[in-house]
């Protein structure tokens, strides 16, 4: 099983900052099947990114990811107020299928 | 536009079985498959598995194996997830979440609303 670790837990910002989430795999994600997913308090999951860099439809292009192999980023470029929210990874290379922990983006 | 919409809150005793249901609309049923998600209560997120609504294959993350079965019913374009013999550490929002058609290995483009599931004596 490829185990996900996002890391800050939590990263407080103010608006307009720019946001780097952090997300290191076990072992290598193969075939670039990484992607993030936002969730704000009480709603299901939203895809963001799938591919490791391709924006989902609808997702504005301040949202963007990039990384390879164990390491992998997603970048807020400048944060609006409906972007705090807590933002996992997932791989989706091999079965079970795995998130990450998750970090949490708070208004500071 | 595309929809899923799950059941109500079920709160359940260890031992039981719940059965959550995913009604989706939208779009060809057909043409994609289910995953289902768990979340516990301030927790992450957990893959339980994966269904198509093509062929009926599954594919059960291993923790689960034995206790969950997923199904479809085409003819009301719904999906189904029952998890047996529930324990505490099952409470838990249950999402269902739309995914490729002939493969778990997929993303989530759409999800449903989720289900609070507890589990309590």
């Known amino acids: 099983e490829i185990v996900l670790t996002q890391s800050p837990g939590t990263l407080s910002l103010s608006t307009g900052e720019r946001a780097t989430l952090s997300c290191r795999a076990s072992?290598?994600?193969?075939?670039?099947?990484l992607a993030w997913y936002q969730q704000k308090p009480g709603q299901a999951p939203r895809l963001l990114i799938y591919?490791?860099?391709s924006r989902a439809i609808g997702i504005p292009d301040r949202f963007s990811g990039s990384g390879s192999g164990t390491d992998f980023t997603l970048t807020i470029s400048r944060l609006e107020p409906e972007d705090f929210a807590v933002y996992y990874c997932?791989?989706?290379?091999?079965?079970?299928?795995?998130f990450g922990g998750g970090t949490k983006v708070e208004i500071k | 536009q595309v929809q899923h919409v799950q059941s109500g809150a079920e709160v359940q005793k260890p031992g039981a079985s719940v059965k959550v249901s995913c009604k989706a609309s939208g779009y060809t049923f057909t043409n994609y498959g289910f995953t289902w998600v768990r979340q516990a209560p301030g927790q992450g997120l957990e893959w339980m598995g994966w269904?198509?609504?093509?062929?009926?294959?599954?594919n059960y993350a291993q923790k689960f194996q034995g206790r969950v079965n997923m199904t479809t019913d085409t003819s009301s374009s719904t999906a189904y997830m029952e998890l047996g013999n529930l324990r505490s550490d099952d409470t838990a929002v249950y999402y269902c979440?739309?995914?490729?058609?002939?493969?778990?290995?997929?993303?989530?483009?759409?999800w449903g609303q989720g289900t609070l599931v507890t589990v309590s004596s």
């Open positions: 591919g490791v860099s």
């Open positions: 997932q791989q989706y290379s091999t079965s079970p299928l795995t």
């Open positions: 979440a739309r995914s490729p058609r002939r493969t778990a290995i997929g993303t989530f483009d759409s």
């Open positions: 269904i198509s609504a093509h062929n009926g294959d599954t």
């Open positions: 072992q290598s994600v193969s075939s670039r099947y």
